[in-house]
């Protein structure tokens, strides 16, 4: 087992920067992905970025330049999400997730709102 626990989210305007942070403990494998996806009112749930254990990163097109993932696996698998020039339309709940490489195993925190106004 896995726990995730997210932390950061918050009110923002348009333009301004929010920190996340996602620390996991428990059974955590060597080789393994961490990232963030966000689910909008009335809209599927979509990766905002990933990062595996060996430093490989994959951002979506909506926040290539804007967002910045990166994690510190000294501090048991802490994974960030830098958002500058936030948009209202990364309005979202935000979801840590992490994945155990070539297994099925995966695991979601409970999610962070994120709330960027116009």
């Known amino acids: 087992q896995v726990q995730l626990v997210e932390s950061g989210g918050g009110l923002v305007q348009a333009g301004g920067s929010l920190r996340l942070s996602c620390a996991a403990s428990g059974s955590i494998f060597r080789g393994n992905v961490m990232g963030w996806y966000r689910q909008a009112p009335g809209k599927q749930r979509e990766l905002v970025a990933a990062?595996?254990?060996?430093?490989?990163?994959?951002y979506a097109d909506s926040v290539k330049g804007r967002f910045t993932i990166s994690r510190d696996n000294a501090k048991k698998s802490t994974v960030y999400l830098q958002m500058n020039s936030l948009k209202p339309e990364d309005t979202a709940v935000y979801y840590c997730?992490?994945?155990?490489?070539?297994?099925?195993?995966?695991?979601w925190g409970q999610g962070t709102q994120v709330t960027v106004s116009s």
């Open positions: 997730h992490y994945k155990v490489l070539l297994l099925a195993d995966e695991y």
């Open positions: 990062i595996t254990s060996g430093g490989n990163t994959n």
